[in-house]
């Protein structure tokens, strides 16, 4: 077999989602730790050693306790080579989220036990869903009183309208939570000693029928788990990697990521069921990467200024096939030339490195001289083959922005481009007037936050920001329409992108329809296109 087939095998590549503060910041550390990674926990993101947290990159994520950006980690554990994708805590960065999932194969939604699924993480959960891609469910804090467990579940499945098939049963929760029962092996896993900020604690295992496992737990925890277990066994969906595969059945597993209870099980059964990289859909069919052997990648993220010192713009790309050599110069389809992937980078718990060879299944980061946009796909296979495009999410929110110094407009101008082609932001003008009016689209309110803090702080541009009422935005679709004998409504705005485009806002959305009606032919379309 080829070595490059073996390593990219070896594979496990997979988004972890979470409401704010649900864990996903302690679950990552515990798999680093166990992964041998790290040593200590708090090398992640250590509000105590207040070191800087590896995927907060940006200043405003600190302040506001939430991540904006995406990053990846990658380490080893059971002879397995997992890259972990870290994604924006909030439902306002869901189009984040979902470029982010583009480049998983699978995801961990993490869900605190007290809470369940959150009104902010809705949105944010179901774009995992609309991806199609294996779910994970780890219901984190069983430390703390939780809900009802079969209400939890009921929870998932009628929030996220996603089954769900529980691995392992908590026993217990808050004060009184002992550790998990697993299903399928009919044991119990009792935790103790383990100590907060490490790997260690001790797992004591017992048959259910067994005399120890009545020993090991109080009587009145052992009937109700009892009865739990029955119903459980009569009522809920039967294991089916088939329907994991197709991401319509959620396999959920307790524990407590701070505790250490479960976290070890869910790692090593997640690893078992989750698939090494996929094959991915390109214009030239499947590209399966078990047997195309030359490099293809497609970039999924573009992230300016990390280092505010060097300025730098680095575009992330998952590879999709083949082996990466630091330095190799590749086929970049949509520039349709040669480019040299320099400064490729990766994470590392802790820190970021440079990478001397990657495999398909990896992320890795290049320096972007401002060539590549989000989609790109770059191969050395002679097929020359374009990887499925990234959908753009409708924005939903709209403002017009000007900069509050006019000397300022030449860094407004740049900043605002540069950010937009990252994907943060879309930017229009007014459709009869050139760019001294901005407007500026995004899918969550938080963005708007975003764009002027980095204006700011990146380029040095104070902005004013008025909000603009409308909610909808349509492509016009057969572009040879005449703009100008358009019938419109009251609450309709003509507006045009950077490609002048033209294209519609509307406040309300039957609006839409209305004006569809008004002009026979038109064709509207509820996505844009790059
Ligand atoms: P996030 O990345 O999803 O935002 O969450 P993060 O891991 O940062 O965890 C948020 C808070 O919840 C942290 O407390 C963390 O210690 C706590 N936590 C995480 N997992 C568990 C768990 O299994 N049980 C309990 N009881 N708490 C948990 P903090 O006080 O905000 O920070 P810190 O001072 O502990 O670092």
């Not at 972990?84 to 194969?105: C, K, N, V, W």
């Not at 984190?140 to 392992?168: Q, V, Y």
């Not at 790309?317 to 480019?339: L, N, P, T, W």
């Not at 900069?403 to 605002?416: E, S």
């Amino acid at each position: 077999m080829d070595d490059f087939i073996s390593e990219i095998k070896k594979r496990r590549t997979f988004a972890i989602i979470s409401h704010p503060d649900a864990g996903k910041t302690t679950l990552t550390e515990k798999f680093l730790l166990y992964g041998g990674a790290i040593n200590q926990a708090g090398s992640v993101k250590g509000k105590a050693t207040a070191k800087h947290a590896v995927s907060d990159w940006m200043e405003i994520e600190k302040e506001r306790g939430i991540s904006v950006t995406s990053s990846v980690l990658q380490f080893n554990y059971g002879g397995y080579c997992i890259n972990i994708l870290d994604t924006p805590g909030h439902q306002d960065f869901s189009e984040d989220t979902y470029r982010t999932l583009m480049a998983a194969d699978s995801a961990v939604m993490v869900i605190d036990g007290s809470k369940g699924v959150e009104a902010q993480t809705r949105k944010l959960f179901k774009v995992c869903v609309m991806r199609h891609i294996p779910i994970f469910t780890f219901i984190n804090k069983m430390d703390r009183e939780a809900m009802d467990t079969f209400e939890l579940l009921d929870d998932i499945e009628k929030e996220l309208g996603i089954a769900t098939c529980p691995i392992n049963w908590p026993i217990g929760s808050g004060k009184a939570f002992r550790g998990v029962y697993d299903r399928n092996t009919r044991e119990l896993e009792i935790f103790s000693g383990t100590k907060k900020g490490t790997a260690v604690g001790e797992v004591q295992k017992a048959p259910i029928d067994s005399e120890r496992a009545r020993e090991i737990v109080t009587e009145e925890q052992y009937e109700h788990l009892e009865e739990e277990i029955e119903l459980l066994d009569g009522a809920s969906a039967e294991f089916d990697q088939e329907l994991v595969d197709k991401g319509e059945l959620s396999p959920v597993f307790f524990g407590s990521a701070l505790t250490n209870f479960g976290v070890e099980t869910f790692l090593r059964h997640f690893l078992q069921m989750t698939a090494p990289p996929l094959p991915r859909m390109s214009d030239k069919g499947e590209i399966d990467p078990m047997a195309e052997k030359e490099f293809s990648a497609f970039v999924f993220k573009i992230q300016a200024n990390m280092n505010k010192a060097h300025r730098d713009r680095i575009a992330f790309m998952r590879i999709c096939s083949g082996e990466f050599d630091a330095g190799m110069d590749v086929f970049h389809i949509q520039g349709g030339k040669k480019v040299r992937l320099s400064q490729p980078q990766q994470l590392m718990a802790s820190e970021r490195k440079m990478v001397e060879k990657a495999y398909g299944g990896d992320i890795i980061g290049v320096f972007d001289p401002g060539i590549f946009s989000i989609g790109d796909t770059l191969t050395n296979s002679s097929e020359r083959f374009a990887y499925e495009g990234i959908p753009t999410f409708a924005p939903e929110h709209f403002a017009r922005v000007r900069q509050v110094d006019t000397m300022k407009r030449k860094q407004f101008i740049k900043g605002i481009n540069q950010i937009a082609q990252e994907g943060a932001i879309q930017i229009f003008q007014e459709f009869n007037t050139g760019m001294e009016e901005i407007i500026v689209g995004v899918v969550g309110v938080l963005q708007f936050d975003v764009l002027k803090y980095r204006l700011k702080n990146e380029y040095n541009v104070e902005i004013h920001m008025e909000n603009l009422p409308y909610e909808h935005i349509r492509w016009i679709e057969n572009e040879e329409i005449d703009m100008d004998k358009l019938t419109g409504t009251s609450d309709m705005k003509k507006i045009k992108d950077l490609k002048d485009r033209p294209l519609l806002l509307f406040v309300h959305s039957w609006s839409i329809r209305m004006v569809l009606d008004r002009n026979p032919g038109l064709l509207l379309s509820e996505f844009g296109r790059s």
